[in-house]
């Protein structure tokens, strides 16, 4: 990493700590752009060199978590309902205090938009098939699963994210399971049935 690129990942995240604390200390709505310049010790022409406005710190923050979660999470065989739960709330369990102070200032919808959006994304990125890539169905499945899983965090959001995220998981994992038919290969994993042509099913391939 450069001096340049360095100066700026700095830049960058003084602006998203000064207003987290601002978040902290006031509602969202009477944040300033100049209280932002001032806490991170920053001048306006700074901060509108990357944002044009407060909500697009939040938005790009969100859009960091995103790309990090995409890099830990491995590509799967079949879509093993149980280790998605697992991995997807896991993460963001890692990432409580910044979502219950979106919830605080009442910016749930922003959390569903953006974590959904990227996530559509990281669904398709999981598939390990190429012919299956590349079929029309994956776009309307992987919007299907992201925008499934992203109610069920903003839900957990809602509830105060207590408890486990192991713990959570497994009672989301269970409540899909009971509407969605779930087939048991050899190893044991309970990956659910999918059209076929869409992701390999367990009679198509057994999961890792």
């Not at 830990?72 to 065989?77: E, G, I, M």
């Not at 149980?82 to 205090?97: D, L, M, N, S, V």
């Not at 109610?151 to 713990?167: C, D």
Request: include cysteine; charge should be neutral.
């Amino acid at each position: 990493m450069n001096g340049h690129q360095k100066q700026k990942e700095q830049s960058v995240r003084m602006i998203e700590e000064a207003l987290f604390e601002l978040m902290d200390e006031k509602d969202y709505t009477q944040i300033t752009v100049s209280e932002i310049v001032k806490r991170a010790d920053i001048s306006r022409r700074t901060f509108y060199r990357f944002y044009k406005e407060k909500d697009e710190v939040l938005r790009h923050y969100f859009g960091k978590l995103c790309q990090e979660y995409q890099r830990t999470v491995p590509v799967l065989a079949c879509y093993d309902i149980p280790r998605i739960a697992r991995e997807y709330f896991g993460f963001w369990y890692q990432h409580k205090e910044f979502l219950m102070l979106m919830h605080k200032h009442g910016m749930d919808e922003m959390i569903y938009c953006e974590i959904s959006r990227a996530s559509v994304e990281i669904v398709k990125g999981r598939v390990d098939r190429e012919d299956y890539k590349n079929t029309a169905g994956i776009e309307f499945f992987a919007c299907y699963s992201a925008g499934g899983f992203a109610s069920l965090l903003e839900r957990w959001i809602s509830e105060g994210m207590h408890g486990l995220p192991e713990e959570y998981a497994k009672k989301a994992s269970e409540g899909l399971l009971q509407f969605i038919r779930p087939s048991l290969p050899q190893s044991g994993c309970a990956c659910t049935r999918l059209p076929r042509g869409l992701w390999p099913t367990p009679d198509e391939q057994s999961c890792p």
